[in-house]
């Protein structure tokens, strides 16, 4: 997760703004920059590295004025170099930026068209080359803030400054954090509470589609229809002691709705969109030959792995054995010489993970690791580390690091079909292309939260309630059940829909919810049967589906919740969504410890 800073203040900006980058450190980057404007063209800093590299270059060309904005970033389109670092300059204009600009490739070739081409492999470039050229054509600053509102499509938050506006900041946010920060005489911008926490506590949150002209008297906001916005001004309780939740009433609030942001950084850490290749770290066997492919994790973790099963097996056509770290070293599991195991973990530490990684070492199996703490055990025992770019995540039940997770085996399964030939390049494409939108989807999915509520409130009343899946939507559905075990303490349970009459049927009475997880894919005439035998025995069906689906099947159901369209493949990570959200309010209605569910621990250190 990139940070952002922004500051128009009455005194040099450049070494608070530094320090305020140090404050989001704990976001993770590999770049970072300043760039400040003091009565001319705006100057730059930018460094490789660690913010200290950074500090050194301003220290040996120091950096004057009194309005500036700063960034680390996570490298997605394009290298952690110098040159792809933050902030960008156009023209009169310097932009930060976080997320991802899904219609990148259309505006650069709108540019192309006029002559204009980037110097940078970055997304965010193009923003502010476009920006820039709406100016030249003499749009008014704020004119031209709200037409790239209008055009720019993805996951973002941007900010930016105009050479010559030395009391004039610009932002926008869509499904990525943006916060304004009100001083004496001074405001600032900045990714969350905590990087602003050292100049006020007077703080606002940009909502979705928001764009806003800062200056030193205050801030003018419009949302996304254009109409000026007053947004509530908070005292925040961020100090730095702690990551902060922001405007949230719990890091599991927070951390749901960083996902678009934290999925696109995964993404774009190994998929270049511009021509469609995957960068993966060296392996060290070839897909094209492997054998078999075990997935071992716990947990969460393992459910990504029931679900990549499904990805490994329809897309590269590799054996896929799937296990429970627990259960792994004691059942003597056949272990093909040549072949990869791969273990899935978010912090890096589990020892029933670690352990079951050890013994198929001993067993000749290249060691493949996917965590989110790339310092961690298990990643420094293996011999390939993929990395998810989650972030911290701070409530013991998964949210982010889960969906990331799911990113990085997609593109991790489709790298192998290419390799094996296995899939055609227009089904890899078109699974890629769905994955590249998935961030702005989630986004528009995460603005209307409060239609959740009513379900939640009747779920965290009863005491049963039965998951359902077909094909990628089974292992959702067990995800979706041990989220409300762990959240609301609530028995649910997680079942194959196909199993319905080989059992679970059983636990059907009437008034029982049953939620089940049913995009429009190859398994959906299934799934309407099941729901019509949970209708039948006085079940209340909850449907998650799309606009098609609900056509067909929204008559059975009690409640129903429409999704975005998106490609088969890719469903089970969007689908992943209301499930949190379904356990989260269920769960805040309960007024149970959210962030601390009694009796788990956030990594498990003992078998």
Request: aromatic content about 6%; charged content about 25%; hydrophobic content about 45%.
């Amino acid at each position: 997760m990139c940070g952002i800073i922004g500051m128009i203040a009455n005194r040099p900006v450049a070494g608070h703004i530094v320090d305020a980058l140090k404050r989001l450190e704990y976001r993770g980057y590999d770049s970072a920059g300043v760039a400040t404007l003091d009565g001319g063209p705006a100057e730059r800093r930018r460094a490789e590295g660690k913010l200290f590299n950074l500090e050194k270059g301003i220290d040996e060309s120091p950096l004057g004025g009194a309005i500036g904005i700063g960034h680390t970033r996570w490298a997605t389109h394009g290298a952690p170099t110098a040159n792809n670092a933050h902030p960008h300059r156009a023209g009169r204009v310097s932009i930060v930026h976080n997320g991802i600009i899904e219609n990148f490739q259309e505006l650069a070739a709108e540019l192309a068209a006029s002559g204009i081409v980037p110097e940078s492999e970055t997304d965010t470039e193009i923003v502010a080359l476009f920006f820039n050229k709406l100016l030249e054509d003499g749009l008014a600053p704020e004119a031209a803030m709200e037409k790239v509102a209008e055009r720019v499509t993805g996951a973002y938050a941007l900010v930016l400054m105009i050479d010559g506006e030395e009391d004039l900041l610009l932002c926008a946010r869509r499904a990525s954090p943006l916060a304004i920060g009100y001083g004496e005489g001074e405001m600032f911008i900045g990714s969350d509470a905590l990087a602003l926490a050292p100049f006020t506590r007077k703080i606002s949150y940009l909502e979705d589609g928001d764009w806003a002209l800062i200056r030193r008297s205050g801030a003018e906001i419009r949302d996304e229809t254009g109409a000026k916005v007053e947004r509530p001004i908070k005292l925040t309780e961020a100090t730095g002691a702690l990551i902060g939740k922001g405007n949230y009433r719990h890091f599991m609030e927070k951390e749901i709705h960083e996902q678009p942001e934290v999925m696109g950084y995964t993404l774009f850490h190994y998929y270049r969109s511009a021509d469609r290749s995957i960068a993966l770290p060296d392996l060290p066997f070839d897909p094209a030959s492997l054998p078999k492919l075990t997935i071992v994790a716990a947990g969460t973790s393992f459910y990504a792995g029931m679900v990549a099963k499904y990805w490994f097996e329809t897309l590269a056509r590799i054996p896929v054995e799937i296990d429970i770290a627990s259960e792994f070293r004691y059942r003597n599991p056949v272990m093909p010489e040549g072949g990869a195991a791969l273990f899935i973990s978010q912090s890096g530490e589990s020892l029933d993970t670690l352990m079951a990684l050890r013994h198929a070492r001993d067993g000749g199996q290249h060691i493949v690791a996917l965590v989110n703490q790339p310092e961690s055990t298990i990643a420094r025992e293996s011999d390939v580390v993929l990395e998810t770019l989650a972030g911290p995540e701070i409530c013991v039940a998964s949210t982010k690091a889960f969906t990331t997770q799911l990113v990085a085996l997609l593109t991790l399964a489709v790298d192998f079909a290419r390799r094996r030939g296995s899939a055609s390049k227009e089904q890899l494409d078109a699974v890629m292309d769905s994955l590249v939108h998935l961030p702005a989807q989630i986004g528009e999915v995460l603005k209307e939260t409060e239609k959740w509520l009513p379900v939640s409130h009747e779920l965290s009343k009863v005491r049963d309630v039965l998951y359902l899946g077909r094909g990628l939507s089974y292992p959702i559905a067990m995800e979706g059940a041990l989220k409300l075990k762990e959240l609301s303490y609530i028995h649910a349970e997680g079942y194959a829909a196909g199993e319905m009459k080989h059992g679970p049927i059983a636990l059907l009475e009437e008034g029982v919810p049953v939620i089940m997880v049913a995009p429009m894919d190859p398994w959906f005439e299934k799934v309407a049967s099941n729901a019509m035998e949970v209708r039948a025995r006085g079940g209340r069906v909850i449907l998650l589906s799309d606009r098609s689906g609900i056509n067909r099947l929204g008559d059975l159901a009690t409640w129903s919740f429409e999704l975005p369209e998106c490609d088969p493949m890719v469903a089970p990570i969007l689908y992943t969504i209301p499930v949190q959200l379904l356990s989260y309010f269920t769960a805040a209605e309960k007024g149970t410890d959210v962030d601390q569910p009694r009796n788990l621990a956030k990594s498990v250190t003992v078998e």
